[in-house]
């Protein structure tokens, strides 16, 4: 593992300071609609790509020096319909905090009114400098975080909150620091929308980063306990959870050791999963270099402690599915994100189906994602901000170790996707073992769906076919049924019932399979249903229901067919 560059120690959490951040904010329409309308669809849309230059044209003019932020802001074409001032608030915490520009600070007295640029400079949000154009009046701001709008839809509901990590590479054009904090990804936002959010006693968010999936818990959760290896990252913790009105129990250490022998009934975790080559041949130090940013030379691989675990493999995501029992308290489930490898004459289903097998768990695997070893390479060198164009042989160095590692153990391709994992009750065997492969589309949040599914699976476990077949099942409010025919054809040759809701799946239906779910309104069992299909179509009952039981069990877990509330 290579030497890390280390950063500022992160933001202060004084509760006076944070109040009037949290005052300022709500009053700036510094929101994630709010940045988006000020900065025009294309601004917006090019800087979801990562591309900031048009927003840096959207809010140049307000930035112009010399200029009064209400008078710039009613100059700009994309500032129509807003109040000035709170247009020119958007367009100057946007150039501060999200494009990581100085901005004056009187620019910024103006948009925190009452935190003042004193305050925000107290807080550690920015440091106060002189102006780095000469012509420009009075001393500037620099942003020492990224403080952007967060707005998010898990299965709870909407939340609209505010979150501070690091300046990225987009703001800081530069690789990134080893110890950088992140703020919420894809990763993070696709964690948040698949977990499930029933009331829940004691939650732990282990890797919790900038504390995103613990403000999420804090919605449906007596207590939260976020943990880190990181101290940086619990600071950021901290910050945001006193801005955004939450209670953390934040803990320093790695994995599960800071809560061993606690018990959580929900543990979500989007671990440090990423797949780094553990060591490269060192080439000689370049002339002028020191170790503080040797992780930049040829012979080094940076590494990150947001998402390196330093564990070879896929080893780390293992230990964790084997080992997170431990915390789980009977009935408790636990969900995280993780990579895994294809290795060579292995299924990939086989080799993490041990892992479930190992963990004494119910579990569930969706693969979302299948890259190549070059493609993950690429992925993740990227992310790093390390590119081919800014330091070419620093490129290649990390480009060929990461294809040596993964040849030293013939891996072929990396799965990325979820794990949903359950502790059994006392008296319980392990019933649920389930790995598939889904990277289609999917309806978020996923969470209630796979709440839902997991519920299913536990009520069947205690029917038998004769007891499944008295019960009054009803069709789905979001399934539908797709027929195709052969053009003159009276029948259809493939009849799909499909999920609208969920994973979005398609059933390919018999013809009785389809008749069975379309009469499944709630007035006839299930055996009943069968026993009249089978007359109509003049075959054995015992045979057809033979037939119909394993895929109406199948249809209930997967939410196609849900129980009568009546």
Wanted: proline fraction near 6%.
């Amino acid at each position: 593992m290579s030497p890390t560059t280390h950063s500022a120690p992160g933001p202060s959490t004084d509760p006076a300071l944070v109040a009037l951040l949290r005052a300022d904010l709500q009053a700036s329409g510094f929101t994630v609609e709010g940045v988006e309308d000020a900065l025009g669809p294309v601004a917006a849309a090019a800087l979801h790509r990562e591309q900031a230059l048009p927003a840096l044209r959207a809010t140049a003019v307000a930035a112009s020096a010399g200029a009064s932020p209400a008078a710039a802001t009613a100059s700009s074409p994309s500032a129509a319909g807003a109040e000035p001032e709170q247009r020119s608030a958007v367009f100057t915490l946007t150039r501060l905090f999200v494009l990581g520009r100085e901005v004056p600070a009187r620019d910024l007295d103006a948009a925190l009114p009452a935190l003042g640029s004193a305050g925000a400079q107290e807080l550690g949000l920015v440091a106060l400098d002189d102006p780095s154009d000469l012509t420009a009046a009075g001393p500037v701001v620099r942003p020492l975080v990224d403080l952007r709008p967060y707005s998010a839809h898990d299965a709870r509901g909407p939340v609209d909150w505010w979150l501070a990590s690091d300046l990225g590479e987009l703001a800081t054009s530069t690789r990134l620091s080893g110890d950088h904090v992140l703020g919420a990804g894809g990763a993070s936002i696709t964690l948040a929308q698949v977990t499930g959010r029933s009331p829940r006693a004691r939650v732990l968010d282990l890797g919790t980063g900038c504390g995103i999936q613990a403000l999420h818990a804090t919605r449906h959760a007596q207590t939260v306990v976020a943990t880190d290896i990181s101290e940086r990252a619990l600071r950021f913790a901290a910050f945001n959870a006193a801005l955004d009105g939450a209670e953390l129990d934040l803990r320093l250490g790695s994995m599960l050791d800071p809560v061993a022998g606690e018990e959580f009934d929900l543990v979500v975790s989007n671990p440090p999963f990423v797949i780094t080559p553990r060591t490269v041949p060192a080439e000689p130090m370049e002339p002028g270099r020191d170790a503080a940013d040797r992780a930049a030379g040829p012979g080094e691989i940076p590494t990150y402690e947001y998402r390196d675990g330093g564990r070879s493999g896929d080893d780390l995501v293992r230990d964790l599915v084997t080992g997170v029992g431990a915390v789980l308290a009977p009935g408790g489930v636990a969900q995280m994100l993780g990579n895994w490898e294809h290795r060579a004459g292995e299924a990939w289903t086989e080799r993490v189906g041990r892992w479930l097998d190992e963990s004494g768990l119910d579990g569930w695997v969706v693969q979302r994602e299948v890259l190549d070893p070059a493609e993950y390479a690429e992925t993740w060198i990227r992310d790093g901000g390390t590119t081919p164009e800014r330091e070419p042989e620093a490129w290649a160095s990390a480009y060929g170790a990461w294809l040596d590692d993964f040849a030293s153990r013939d891996v072929e391709a990396i799965g990325f996707g979820f794990f949903v994992l359950r502790k059994p009750l006392p008296g319980e065997d392990v019933t649920l073992r389930r790995l598939e492969e889904h990277t289609g589309s999917v309806r978020q949040p996923l969470g209630t769906h796979l709440e839902a599914s997991l519920a299913a699976h536990l009520w069947l476990e205690t029917l038998d076919d004769e007891a499944l077949a008295q019960q009054r099942l009803v069709v789905a409010a979001d399934v539908t049924e797709e027929r195709f025919y052969t053009p003159g054809a009276a029948d259809p040759n493939i009849v799909i019932v499909r999920q609208g809701d969920g994973l979005g799946r398609g059933v390919h239906a018999s013809t009785s399979l389809s008749a069975l779910v379309g009469a499944c309104d709630g007035e006839l069992s299930v055996g009943q249903i069968v026993a009249a299909i089978a007359s109509i179509f003049e075959v054995s009952g015992a045979e057809l229901a033979a037939e119909l039981l394993p895929a109406v069990r199948n249809l209930v877990r997967d939410g196609f067919l849900v129980r009568d509330a009546g």
